[in-house]
């Protein structure tokens, strides 16, 4: 009923960038998105909070990405993007794109809830 469709992962040597994009898409119509993000988890690591962007465009980062990357959100187009620059080695994980209470136009009613992305790798090395 709802997907995330996440893109632009891959090998990047340090110092180098990249640029995330989640594209969100549902059975019918969507509605509304409050908060978009991206979280990522680093293999034996929890998942953590990258980055968000929310609706009213107020926006967090967790102190590791500060300075270096930068969200932001298309709502027209259901997408949000996460530019990654000065990538770092221990920038390497699985990035997952996430939408906090999407809502969407069913067949009979409006449905949604919180949805995730199946993930994008993300390799920071020389």
């Known amino acids: 009923q709802v997907q995330l469709m996440e893109s632009g992962g891959g090998l990047v040597q340090p110092g180098g960038s990249l640029r995330l994009s989640c594209a969100a898409s549902?059975?019918?119509?969507?509605?509304?998105?409050?908060?978009m993000g991206w979280y990522r988890q680093a293999p034996g690591k929890p998942r953590d909070l990258v980055a968000s962007?929310?609706?009213?465009?107020?926006?967090t980062y967790a102190d590791s990405v500060k300075g270096r990357f930068t969200i932001s959100r298309d709502n027209a187009k259901n997408t949000v993007y996460l530019q990654m620059n000065s990538l770092k080695p221990e920038d390497t994980a699985v990035y997952f794109c996430?939408?906090?209470?999407?809502?969407?136009?069913?067949?009979?009613?409006?449905?949604?809830?919180?949805?995730w992305g199946r993930g994008t790798q993300v390799t920071v090395s020389s």
């Open positions: 996430k939408a906090d209470r999407l809502y969407y136009q069913g067949t009979y009613s409006q449905r949604g809830g919180d949805y």
């Open positions: 549902a059975s019918g119509t969507i509605l509304s998105i409050n908060v």
């Open positions: 962007i929310g609706r009213d465009e107020i926006t």
